[in-house]
């Protein structure tokens, strides 16, 4: 299913679906791609030929999350956005739950976490249908998921993994989608657009964001560099203005990498691919085993009220 919640990227007005192409009241129509995703970012707001994640980043994303070995941080996320979504909703409502993922990669977690609420409303309905009503509920589209990329090569990977999720190629920073309407945002491991996210965000939504932790893949970084830095994201700073934070879980676990292949390709999904220097690069080459430390953060955020 498509998302009603679209917006032209051009003249911000409503985009309907029809016939396989997205088009606004002014005319401007975007055609969905064979891999079944939409093309949202215009050419004149690219700032490279091909902005994002390029092919072997993604590719090397795709063969290491498929390892389940980042389950648990999926996991964690689905539970706290089931805890931060309207429930009653989820259960009895016509309108949708609307959930936008920026910066979804190859969209490991977005079709996670679709595949998680999904389960749970159709338990609720289950449960609603039996406890009160003894009819059959109508057919209904509770759920509108969209996962959002700058990378083409990212969209076309994930919109192989779920053709009821709408997959868009997109800016974070200007997000084509009606103002307020996503009742949850989930941003993984990508850089904050604070302003684009509070548009985008219903007033009573909620933020959830994923960021990395001190001793996220320390073991690897000791191998790559001779000096390791401190490295961690603290989303509150970036987020503030806009944002109060409302809750926050660590997810921390240790994990042994059994062979060069996954180690290279932890290594290639991360900026450490471009940024270690060579020597560092060749001893992590040298390795079929390393103990790894996962150390991420789950914060909730709102948007702070504004006076009209
Ligand atoms: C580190 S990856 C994380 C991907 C995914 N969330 C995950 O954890 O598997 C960061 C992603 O952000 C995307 N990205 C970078 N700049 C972006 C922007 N301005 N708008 C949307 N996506 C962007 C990249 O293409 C890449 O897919």
Redesign the pocket.
Same mark, same amino acid.
């Given at each position: 299913m498509t998302s009603t919640t679209l917006s032209c990227p051009t003249c911000a007005t409503p985009l309907t679906l029809s016939d396989k192409s997205l088009s606004c009241s002014n005319n401007h129509c975007f055609d969905q791609a064979k891999q079944g995703y939409f093309n949202l970012l215009l050419s004149n707001k690219k700032k490279s030929k091909q @902005? %994002?994640?390029n092919a072997e980043? /993604?590719a090397a994303?795709h063969v290491f999350?498929e390892t389940g070995i980042?389950q648990p941080?999926s996991d964690a996320l689905n539970q706290v956005c089931r805890e931060h979504l309207p429930t009653t909703k989820l259960a009895t409502s016509q309108s949708a739950n609307t959930i936008l993922?920026? %910066?979804?990669?190859? $969209?490991?977690?977005?079709n996670r976490l679709w595949q998680a609420l999904a389960d749970q409303e159709q338990a609720s309905e289950e449960c609603t249908y039996q406890d009160y009503t003894g009819q059959k509920p109508a057919n209904k589209n509770t759920l509108e998921l969209i996962g959002?990329?700058? +990378?083409k090569?990212?969209i076309r990977f994930a919109a192989k993994r779920n053709k009821d999720i709408t997959w868009i190629v997109? +800016? $974070?920073?200007e997000i084509p989608v009606s103002p307020h309407s996503q009742q949850l945002i989930?941003?993984?491991?990508?850089?904050l657009?604070p302003e $684009?996210m509070a548009k985008a965000l219903a007033t009573s939504g909620k933020l959830v964001v /994923?960021t990395t932790g001190k001793q996220h893949l320390l073991e690897m970084r000791n191998v790559l560099y001779n000096d390791v830095k401190e490295q961690f994201m603290n989303p509150e700073a970036t987020l503030n203005s806009l944002f109060n934070k409302v809750t926050e879980q660590t997810v921390q676990y240790q994990h042994t990498l059994i062979s060069q292949n996954q180690i290279s390709s932890l290594l290639a999904?991360? @900026?450490h691919q471009w940024r270690a220097p060579e020597s560092g690069r060749l001893k992590l080459q040298s390795l079929n085993e390393l103990a790894i430390t996962i150390d991420v953060t789950i914060t909730v955020f709102e948007p702070i009220p504004r006076t009209v």
């Amino acid at each position: 299913m498509t998302s009603t919640t679209l917006s032209c990227p051009t003249c911000a007005t409503p985009l309907t679906l029809s016939d396989k192409s997205l088009s606004c009241s002014n005319n401007h129509c975007f055609d969905q791609a064979k891999q079944g995703y939409f093309n949202l970012l215009l050419s004149n707001k690219k700032k490279s030929k091909q @902005p %994002g994640d390029n092919a072997e980043m /993604v590719a090397a994303r795709h063969v290491f999350l498929e390892t389940g070995i980042y389950q648990p941080i999926s996991d964690a996320l689905n539970q706290v956005c089931r805890e931060h979504l309207p429930t009653t909703k989820l259960a009895t409502s016509q309108s949708a739950n609307t959930i936008l993922d920026i %910066g979804c990669g190859e $969209g490991y977690y977005t079709n996670r976490l679709w595949q998680a609420l999904a389960d749970q409303e159709q338990a609720s309905e289950e449960c609603t249908y039996q406890d009160y009503t003894g009819q059959k509920p109508a057919n209904k589209n509770t759920l509108e998921l969209i996962g959002l990329d700058i +990378s083409k090569d990212a969209i076309r990977f994930a919109a192989k993994r779920n053709k009821d999720i709408t997959w868009i190629v997109a +800016s $974070g920073a200007e997000i084509p989608v009606s103002p307020h309407s996503q009742q949850l945002i989930t941003c993984l491991f990508t850089r904050l657009m604070p302003e $684009g996210m509070a548009k985008a965000l219903a007033t009573s939504g909620k933020l959830v964001v /994923v960021t990395t932790g001190k001793q996220h893949l320390l073991e690897m970084r000791n191998v790559l560099y001779n000096d390791v830095k401190e490295q961690f994201m603290n989303p509150e700073a970036t987020l503030n203005s806009l944002f109060n934070k409302v809750t926050e879980q660590t997810v921390q676990y240790q994990h042994t990498l059994i062979s060069q292949n996954q180690i290279s390709s932890l290594l290639a999904m991360t @900026p450490h691919q471009w940024r270690a220097p060579e020597s560092g690069r060749l001893k992590l080459q040298s390795l079929n085993e390393l103990a790894i430390t996962i150390d991420v953060t789950i914060t909730v955020f709102e948007p702070i009220p504004r006076t009209v």
